[in-house]
């Protein structure tokens, strides 16, 4: 043994093995070992052994290290190779496939680090670019792509096997495999902005709603990509699955949680609500399914602003879908038909109930509890007292159970319509039937021009004013009958004409102020040809409105006449039906006048009424209205204008005068006095200009084709709820 040389040979080689900063250690324990002799030579060998072979650990990491340093080098070269032929936007294969990898495409690339031969397999054998590579197998993808690939397998996309929308690898959604963007770049078909279109190609119609959606709008039109839902925001990435699987993100159960990701404040909210109790006490179970949740009341892709008009009147009738009774109890009142006819400014279901946090009367932290009822109905009408919070918005003036005097009023109009219409319907009906048949015996010999001798019928202040009630209650009609059938097809495009609901209301108010003013100056010159003139006869005689006992008797001529029972009456100044139509004027003014007023202004009218007295001016107003309306367009028109003898329209209103010999056959009576007292010459006058009665003519006709078709409008609107 030879320790010294050893030791010496051991030292020679120190410096190699000293420079080697991680073993210096090793060789100071080997020296150690040498000076303790023999003994230890043992142990100094076990300890080379080690220091050798830890040694030998950089020199045999180095070739794997200078490969991993080579592998990108070639990777670049391989690309570059590839691109060398490929980055060329014309390049197609001799069947017109494009074949074109574009450098500046495939630089920001997800795949941009992988070696074209990652993907592309050459078949066994053959030699590019003689021979095609074939397309990427999914295989290719799976290996990288694991969890994405299994996702997809349960997925809807990933079940749809066949079919022209069947999902038959990833460049369905992702694109070329060579610009396989990241998701946040704004180039990839996965962005944010292009999932519209990427996903748009299948889901057309789901598009097309969600397009014209709040989202939608927040995405394209604002710019919120980090904020505003595309579709992957609902439905996930690759896990997409159907709304029929419990699993999925737009199950009915889950679809709270999902909206909740951004809408988390409104979530916390509605779980406190009515409708987020029950779906949280069904959660896992079947009554979860039962639970509204967003995409009940908000349609799922066509998410629109809920305040506006449109969506205001949608919910609203979705709600209906759960409650029906206190739906056709709102869909009834003044807030449900006004908000059906889009009115922005009616109060819907969410009004008094709030959007979210929906909570029954009897919880106190309900907006509708009896303790919170004037801050809820404070938000639109001021002043709010006791009598007007005790108003039902949920009347039923049919049960008797809600309000008996509401029910009593009610029953009351009901029967008053149906009389009304009934013997008028019937005496009309009759009227018409003689009249055909007296127009084809000749038995009508004037006519309302000619050149002879008029009569003056009416003076121009009375003419000024019948123009003012015409004009007048043609708007009250064109306004009002729209809101009292709403739920008419005819009714929104009606509305529409005028600006809208809320302009037509405004509309109809000031018609209604006319509706005041005509009555108060008619009630003025009565009273004034009463006191000033000294006039009498305003009570009775052949000059008075109020119905006497002739007018029963002429009824039972009339009668007998259409009957062919007798001749035709005499009649004097003023007929019976002409008696009824002006009483009618004063009872309609009165009642749908008081009742429009408290209607206009139900806070003061509730300081001296009870609030139930709102629920039934409401029923008086639109019960009056549409027996005016009614009796006016088809009974009034046919007494005065499409009778066969009158027709097709009588202008004695609009000129004031009438042919004599006309003058002599209709109200025979009134000549025969006049020429008694020796005045007829007083009210004779020479006929109308043609200006005038192309004038009456153009307003009559006008005012006749309006009523008509508002009179269709009714009838058709009123069989239709008899067939319901």
Not at 30 to 53: E, F, I, K, N, P
Not at 150 to 168: E, M
Not at 300 to 315: E, R
Not at 619 to 625: G, K, L, P
Request: proline share 6%.
């Amino acid at each position: 043994m030879q320790p010294d040389g050893a030791y010496a040979m051991t030292r020679r080689d120190s410096a190699g093995w000293a420079g080697n900063g991680s073993t210096a250690w090793l060789w100071r324990g080997l020296q150690r070992g040498l000076r303790r002799g023999l003994a230890s030579w043992l142990g100094a060998l076990a300890t080379a052994a080690a220091l050798l072979l830890v040694c030998s650990l950089p020199a045999l990491a180095k070739p794997d290290a200078k490969a991993a340093a080579q592998a990108p080098a070639q990777t670049a070269a391989q690309t570059e190779k590839c691109l060398g032929c490929h980055d060329d936007a014309t390049l197609k294969s001799e069947d017109g496939t494009p074949m074109s990898v574009l450098a500046d495409h495939f630089s920001r690339s997800a795949h941009r680090k992988l070696a074209c031969g990652d993907c592309h397999a050459p078949t066994p054998g053959a030699k590019h670019p003689r021979d095609a590579l074939g397309p990427v197998q999914p295989q290719v993808c799976q290996d990288c792509h694991a969890d994405a690939f299994k996702a997809v397998a349960g997925s809807i996309h990933g079940r749809r096997a066949s079919g022209d929308k069947a999902i038959k690898d990833c460049t369905g959604c992702h694109g070329s495999l060579h610009e396989v963007f990241k998701g946040g770049d704004p180039a990839s078909p996965l962005s944010p902005v292009n999932q519209i279109k990427t996903c748009g190609a299948c889901h057309e119609d789901m598009m097309g709603d969600y397009e014209r959606s709040v989202h939608a709008h927040a995405l394209l039109k604002s710019g919120l990509t980090e904020a505003a839902p595309s579709c992957a925001s609902c439905h996930g990435k690759h896990d997409v699955r159907p709304k029929s699987d419990p699993v999925s993100t737009t199950h009915h159960a889950k679809v709270p949680e999902t909206c909740g990701g951004c809408h988390s404040g409104i979530l916390r909210e509605w779980q406190d609500s009515a409708h987020g109790a029950l779906w949280k006490s069904g959660n896992g179970g079947g009554k979860a399914n039962e639970a509204p949740v967003c995409s009940t009341c908000h349609e799922p892709h066509a998410v629109k602003q809920p305040q506006g008009a449109a969506m205001k009147h949608q919910i609203a009738d979705g709600c209906g879908n759960c409650h029906a009774k206190v739906s056709a109890s709102f869909k009834d009142s003044f807030h449900g038909k006004a908000t059906t006819l889009n009115n922005v400014k009616a109060a819907a279901c969410a009004s008094c109930h709030t959007p979210h946090n929906n909570l029954p009367a009897s919880d106190p932290r309900s907006s509708i509890h009896p303790d919170k009822l004037a801050a809820t109905c404070g938000t639109c009408h001021k002043n709010v007292n006791a009598s007007f919070l005790s108003f039902d918005p949920h009347a039923n003036p049919a049960d008797p159970t809600r309000n008996v005097y509401v029910h009593w009023i009610w029953l009351s109009m009901t029967w008053l319509l149906i009389s009304v219409f009934g013997l008028f319907g019937l005496h009309g009906l009759l009227w018409l039937q003689r009249a055909l048949v007296g127009k084809l015996r000749g038995e009508f010999k004037s006519s309302h021009g000619g050149d002879g001798p008029y009569v003056r019928r009416f003076s121009r202040m009375q003419r000024g004013l019948h123009v003012t009630i015409v004009s007048s209650f043609l708007l009250l009609a064109l306004t009002g009958l729209p809101l009292k059938f709403a739920e008419a097809s005819w009714a929104p495009t009606l509305m529409s004409l005028f600006g809208g609901a809320e302009t037509a209301g405004y509309l109809h108010r000031l018609a209604g102020l006319v509706t005041f003013g005509y009555f108060a100056w008619h009630l003025g010159m009565l009273v004034h040809g009463w006191v000033v003139k000294r006039e009498r006869g305003y009570f009775w005689g052949p000059h008075s409105m109020m119905p006497q006992p002739r007018d029963l008797f002429e009824l039972i001529g009339m009668l007998k006449y259409f009957l062919y029972l007798g001749p035709r009456p005499k009649f004097d100044r003023f007929t019976y039906w002409e008696k009824f139509d002006y009483l009618a004027v004063f009872w309609g003014v009165a009642i749908i006048g008081l009742s429009g007023l408290v209607l206009w202004f139900p806070t003061a009218a509730t300081v001296v009424l009870p609030g139930w007295a709102l629920n039934a001016a409401y029923v008086i107003h639109s019960d009056e209205a549409l027996l005016a309306t009614g009796f006016i367009f088809l009974f009034h028109f046919f007494h005065s204008n499409l009778r066969p003898e009158a027709f097709p329209m009588d202008p004695v209103i609009f000129t004031g005068r009438m042919p004599l010999a006309r003058f002599k056959e209709e109200r025979p009576l009134e000549y025969e006095r006049l020429v008694a007292q020796g005045t007829l010459d007083d009210y004779l006058m020479p006929p109308p200009t043609a200006f005038s009665l192309r004038r009456a003519y153009v307003f009559g006709f006008t005012a006749l084709s309006i009523g008509i078709l508002l009179a269709f409008f009714i009838f058709s609107s009123l069989l239709g709820a008899l067939q319901h």
